[in-house]
């Protein structure tokens, strides 16, 4: 009969923590929507509460406050970010030869996205607020880390120096950056298209003319 009981007892649990799993992912979606929408200081609790089926209260009870919420939406979104990376990066290690072609599929599901603009509102915001800030910066220097590493791994075989190796990595993140934040507010999306279709064959160009070692 005890061990009824236990086994019971157990099931309740992994039950509530399947109903929190979903819970957490129902208010991230609401939250990437409504950053996306309206943008970083616009987005509220209350707001985001009621893109779901959940109370305000019920939202707090797992993120307290918005500084809490942001910061589960920023790893959740870097963690997607390093996966669809790893893919391009898997993609290109089997041919360098399509680094362009890769690199424009990169930016169309990845950088041109809800997603990423929604990451971006939240970088953008913690440059104001420190407190934020401070907890973001682990979780950006790690996906940073992470990344760069993984690039640098695969374009071992290239004749390019770690350090222009890595300025390159920086300047494909600022222009991918820029493309939907600031200069990318004022241009058509064929001409940010079109930017991003010049850089890949920069990239492509670079690599194809580099002595092999």
């Known amino acids: 009969m005890e061990n009824n009981f236990q086994d019971i007892s157990e099931t309740r649990k992994i039950t509530q923590a399947e109903k929190s799993d979903r819970m957490?992912?129902?208010?991230?979606?609401?939250?990437?929507?409504?950053?996306?929408?309206i943008g970083y200081h616009r987005a509220s609790i209350k707001k985001i509460a009621e893109r779901t089926r959940f109370s305000q209260g019920a939202l707090q009870h797992h993120f307290p406050t918005k500084e809490d919420l942001m910061v589960f939406v920023l790893e959740r979104l870097l963690?997607?970010?390093?996966?669809?990376?790893?893919?391009?990066?898997?993609?290109?290690?089997e041919d360098k030869r399509r680094?362009?072609?890769?690199?424009?599929?990169?930016?169309?599901?990845?950088?041109?996205?809800?997603?990423?603009?929604?990451?971006?509102?939240?970088?953008?915001?913690?440059?104001?607020?420190?407190?934020?800030?401070?907890?973001i910066k682990p979780t950006f220097d790690n996906f940073a880390k992470v990344t760069d590493d993984r690039i640098l791994a695969v374009f071992e075989s290239v004749f390019i120096s770690q350090a222009t190796a890595r300025m390159l990595i920086t300047a494909s993140r600022c222009l991918m950056t820029g493309l939907v934040s600031a200069d990318g507010l004022f241009m058509s999306e064929h001409e940010k298209q079109a930017y991003i279709e010049q850089w890949a064959g920069f990239i492509q160009q670079l690599v194809e003319q580099s002595p092999q070692k």
Not at 26 to 37: G, P, T
Not at 79 to 88: Q, Y
């Open 24 to 37: 957490r992912k129902e208010i991230l979606l609401a939250a990437i929507s409504c950053l996306h929408e």
């Open 79 to 93: 963690a997607k970010s390093v996966r669809l990376t790893l893919e391009w990066l898997s993609e290109i290690r």
């Open 99 to 135: 680094i362009a072609e890769l690199t424009i599929k990169w930016w169309t599901n990845q950088a041109n996205s809800p997603e990423y603009l929604t990451m971006i509102e939240i970088l953008v915001a913690a440059r104001t607020e420190e407190a934020l800030r401070r907890r």
